[in-house]
């Protein structure tokens, strides 16, 4: 008997992490499959007419055991990797990503999902079950439900080669990313690198097998920091053109694949009603369409433009300053703008981190949660973990009630997978029984040294609240049905949650309690806030158009109507050259290696949705400023309400509304970003 199929006899029934070993996965996936398609055949088989009970419900309540082994399973595989689970992960990805692709293609069931939708009984639902009537709905069409069988069977065939091209694209990129940017044998050729810089480098070239010289790895977290600290002009223009021309050229050339995946993804567009990728894609987010998506996009370039020529001013004159004769060139950018940082706010690191400390930033954002929405957080010790660094608390409400458990999973460590992300192991709903949310965060901090208090970068800082804020929209959800719940929402709305949550961060109200010297518990100096305040505008005029520059070209690949005889090089020189690009500004992101659109549909005339989710995080962040207190309870009942706890229960546009009383306005993000007056320096 395995345990994942056996009712758990741990608090809260949280998953057994001790009692389960790697080797029962494979067993309990096929068994947890096997069951979901009895499940899907049982709703099929049903003699009683398509209804809402029958169908949409037992849809919701089917695949509950491949959820379960699901969520238990990305713990291991993501923060426990060795080789047999990355052997079970491989084998596994088209296993299920066939077993939904044959789910949406049945027939069968998608004409009770379709009777169902069409059936004039369901009228008298409420508008949370019509809604989730069409979410299914949708789900189908979407994936060429409607489609006859030739149809069918031609889309299939293109969402097979395009996950050929992903791969491809995928391990092109990662073949010129392993390749070294830069091998230094002179130690002079380190000019300018900080230590650790210096350090990580050695440590590279050993890893390679190159002991005594030192590696700049092809990677953006090798390649930034050398073009912001390496005083050779001569190696910061050979780094920068190595890291930018990635899948460019010879053997990994990613351009054909480019022309090949926009091709087949406006055929599929076509096959399904849409004129091009970019209509299919935004007829399912909160912008809508096209125009709202790429009209955002354009309304703040102007401003970020002229931001970025004035900084390039500054720079250039910086430069000459010191003696350098030269016009300022993408290569320089970064170099310049770090002595600007430093010359303009003496903001230093190594100033800033001993006041955040990673235990009393935990205890900052549970203390807003608590400030905002009344929630308590208690550590418990006797529920299991999959790892012994993993914390847990448990989560009440402000009743007294249990409102769920949050898992943290902080430190980096062998094995685990790069960056920080939410995710849970159980979402919450009502439909079978009170469920409460089980809800993960993991980062990837580094430990103190010798039993120090870890400490965090401010980046570091923000990223635990913006993981944070993810996970409270898990916490505080308060759905019925479990395809509503949480984070379950548009793509261009679901990092609303988190990013409005990193404002509190930065509030002196926070900061005066919990960022505290790790020595001395002395409070951070006003000062030290004021300078860190300060140097938030700083450099937005690069960032805001680096950014821009990548989604407005990823919006134009996708809205273009003759993919067939594209030039990806030519398109893209085009794009940017009609929008002024300034030439001492790359895109984030280049057309050959930009994998978010082209290693995967997720991102694809979605590169925008991080800016959408900005505009609504900024405005809504701006109801508690208009109230004049960050806490205040009325936004704060408001925000939980129709935020943090409606999941997908309604349009994202309607619940924001409702929160805000109105629609977002553009302003609050361009002044976040210091573009809102360009007349005013940052
Ligand atoms: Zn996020």
């Given at each position: ?168 694209f995928?391990?092109n990129l990662q073949t010129d990313e392993d390749r070294p940017a830069l091998v230094l044998t002179d130690a002079t050729a380190l000019a300018g690198l900080p230590?650790d810089l210096r350090d990580a480098a050695a440590a590279e070239a050993?890893?390679r097998?190159l002991?005594?010289s030192w590696v700049i790895a092809n990677t953006r977290s090798s390649v930034e920091p050398f073009l912001q600290f390496s005083t050779r002009r001569d190696l910061r223009q050979r780094v920068f053109e190595v890291w930018t021309q990635r899948g460019d050229h010879g053997s990994t050339d990613n351009k054909?694949?480019i ?45 970020a433009l002229?931001r970025a020529r004035e900084e390039a001013a500054t720079l250039e004159a910086l430069l000459g300053?010191e003696g350098a004769h030269h016009p300022l060139e993408a290569w320089d950018w970064r170099y310049a703008a770090e002595k600007l940082r430093r ?116 980046t ?78 700083f450099n937005q005029g690069f960032a805001t158009v680096e950014f821009c520059a990548s989604a407005l070209v990823d ?13 990806p090089s030519r398109f893209e020189a085009e794009t940017l050259a009609?929008l002024d690009m300034p030439p001492e500004i790359v895109m984030r992101h280049r057309s050959p290696h930009f994998a978010h659109i082209f ?8 590169y ?75």
């Amino acid at each position: 008997m395995s345990v994942f199929f056996e009712p758990w006899q741990t608090p809260f029934g949280a998953p057994p992490f001790g009692e389960m070993t790697v080797g029962a996965f494979a067993p309990a996936f096929e068994r947890a499959l096997a069951a979901h398609r009895a499940e899907l055949a049982a709703i099929t088989a049903e003699p009683a007419p398509p209804s809402f009970e029958n169908t949409i419900l037992a849809l919701e309540r089917a695949g509950r055991d491949l959820e379960r082994v699901s969520h238990v399973f990305e713990q291991y595989a993501s923060t426990l990797s060795e080789p047999s689970v990355a052997t079970i992960e491989r084998d596994l990805a088209p296993v299920l990503a066939r077993h939904v692709a044959d789910m949406r293609a049945d027939p069968a069931l998608f004409a009770r999902v379709d009777a169902v939708y069409a059936d004039p009984a369901s009228a008298h639902l409420d508008r949370v079950q019509r809604r989730l009537i069409d979410r299914h709905h949708l789900e189908f069409v979407r994936a060429g439900a409607r489609l006859d069988a030739d149809g069918r069977a031609r889309l299939k065939a293109i969402g097979q080669r395009l996950a050929e091209c992903f791969t491809q694209f995928r391990q092109n990129l990662q073949t010129d990313e392993d390749r070294p940017a830069l091998v230094l044998t002179d130690a002079t050729a380190l000019a300018g690198l900080p230590p650790d810089l210096r350090d990580a480098a050695a440590a590279e070239a050993d890893a390679r097998g190159l002991p005594g010289s030192w590696v700049i790895a092809n990677t953006r977290s090798s390649v930034e920091p050398f073009l912001q600290f390496s005083t050779r002009r001569d190696l910061r223009q050979r780094v920068f053109e190595v890291w930018t021309q990635r899948g460019d050229h010879g053997s990994t050339d990613n351009k054909p694949l480019i022309r090949e995946i926009l091709a087949l993804r406006r055929t599929r567009a076509r096959l399904l009603g849409f004129e091009t990728f970019a209509a299919f894609k935004l007829a399912d987010t909160m912008a809508g369409a096209v125009e709202a998506a790429d009209g955002l996009l354009r309304r703040i370039w102007p401003p970020a433009l002229a931001r970025a020529r004035e900084e390039a001013a500054t720079l250039e004159a910086l430069l000459g300053d010191e003696g350098a004769h030269h016009p300022l060139e993408a290569w320089d950018w970064r170099y310049a703008a770090e002595k600007l940082r430093r010359r303009r706010y003496a903001l230093d690191d190594a100033e800033v981190k001993p006041y955040f400390q990673l235990d009393r930033m935990i205890a900052a954002a549970f203390d807003v949660a608590h400030r905002l929405f009344g929630l308590t957080f208690h550590p418990r010790a006797d529920v299991p973990a999959w790892h012994p660094e993993v914390r847990i608390w448990e989560v009440r409400d402000a009743d007294g009630r249990h409102r769920g458990l949050f898992y943290g999973d902080y430190f980096a460590r062998p094995g685990k997978r790069s960056g920080a992300w939410m995710t849970h192991l159980r979402s919450q709903e009502r439909l079978t029984g009170d469920v409460a949310p089980q809800i993960v965060n993991v980062c990837n901090f580094l430990k103190g040294g010798s039993g120090r208090p870890a400490l965090l970068s401010l980046t570091d800082a923000r990223t635990l609240f913006h993981e944070f804020g993810h996970g409270l929209h898990g916490l505080l959800s308060d759905v019925t049905y479990p395809s509503q719940a949480g984070t379950r929402v548009a793509q261009d709305f679901v990092e609303l949650p988190s990013q409005i949550y990193e404002h509190w961060l930065l509030r002196p109200e926070v900061l005066r309690g919990f960022a505290r010297h790790v020595d001395t518990g002395e409070p951070i100096p006003e000062a030290l806030i004021d300078r860190i305040l300060a140097a938030r505008h700083f450099n937005q005029g690069f960032a805001t158009v680096e950014f821009c520059a990548s989604a407005l070209v990823d919006m134009a690949y996708h809205t273009a109507t003759n993919p067939d005889d594209l030039d990806p090089s030519r398109f893209e020189a085009e794009t940017l050259a009609a929008l002024d690009m300034p030439p001492e500004i790359v895109m984030r992101h280049r057309s050959p290696h930009f994998a978010h659109i082209f290693s995967g549909d997720d991102y694809a005339a979605g590169y925008y949705s991080y800016l959408w989710s900005e505009v609504l995080d900024a405005d809504g962040f701006d109801a508690f400023l208009e109230a004049g207190d960050v806490f205040d309870p009325t936004t704060a009942a408001r925000l939980r309400r129709f935020i943090y706890a409606a999941g997908d229960t309604a349009d994202p546009a309607e619940l924001y509304r409702r929160f805000r009383g109105r629609d977002p306005g553009v302003d609050p993000l361009l002044a976040g970003r210091g573009l809102l007056t360009t007349a005013s320096r940052a």
